[in-house]
Each structure stands twice: as C-alpha cells, then as structure tokens.
Nanobody, 116 residues
C-alpha cells in the first residue's frame, strides 16, 4: 500500500519547538520533491515548505523563514519538519506531501497547536 504517515504533532507553548516526521511506505521518497502543507480552521490550505528532488533547493513561505527546516532521510525513507520559535499562527493540521514519479501522495495530517 502506498502511503505517507505523519507523526510528532501536539501542543506546544509559543516560542517552543516541534519536529514532525513523515514515513513513506510502498514507494521511495528520494524519487521526487517533498514538502509540508498546513490548514488552519477556516483558512485555505497553504504550502509551507518544500524540498527539491535533488535536495539542493528549498522553498518556503515568508512567515516560516528562519524558523522551519525540512529534511529527508533516504536511508529511512522519511522526511521531517523541524519547527522552532513557534507562534500561535502556526497552529494547523500539517500534511506531508510527495510528488513521486509525477504522482502526488499525501499524509493523513497531524495537529499542531501552539498555545500557552
């Protein structure tokens, strides 16, 4: 079965850090670009950060610049999102995504809540 499974979401205080992981099964993440999206209640989904197929280029939205980092571990077939200096505006359901051999794959989502 081809799927992505996220883990690592939860509740964190403002200014804190959280690391999300995404594990792939049935295909190899190193065959394409990967990224993270999020959707907050009442808002449209937005692409947060993505990593090119060759791991040389990262694109991200301005609001996460300097705070979020995406990485990929091809030996474990996983990808991660390190989130630092979290703010309440970062609260959302986060989804990992991979464009593998031209086909999109999505995780089921993991909730991140930033609150004191």
């Amino acid at each position: 079965q081809l799927r992505l499974v996220e883990s690592g979401g939860g509740l964190v205080q403002p200014g804190g850090s959280l690391r999300l992981s995404c594990s792939a099964s049935g295909f190899s993440l190193d065959r394409g670009a990967v990224g993270w999206f999020r959707q907050a209640p009442g808002k449209e989904p937005e692409g947060v950060i993505c990593l090119s197929h060759d791991d040389l280029t990262t694109h991200y939205i301005d609001s996460v610049k300097g705070r979020f980092t995406i990485s990929r571990d091809n030996t474990k077939n996983t990808m991660s999102l390190q989130m630092n200096s979290l703010m309440s505006e970062d609260s959302a359901v986060y989804y990992c995504n991979g464009i593998i051999d031209g086909s999109p794959y999505w995780g089921q989502g993991t909730q991140v809540t930033v609150s004191s």
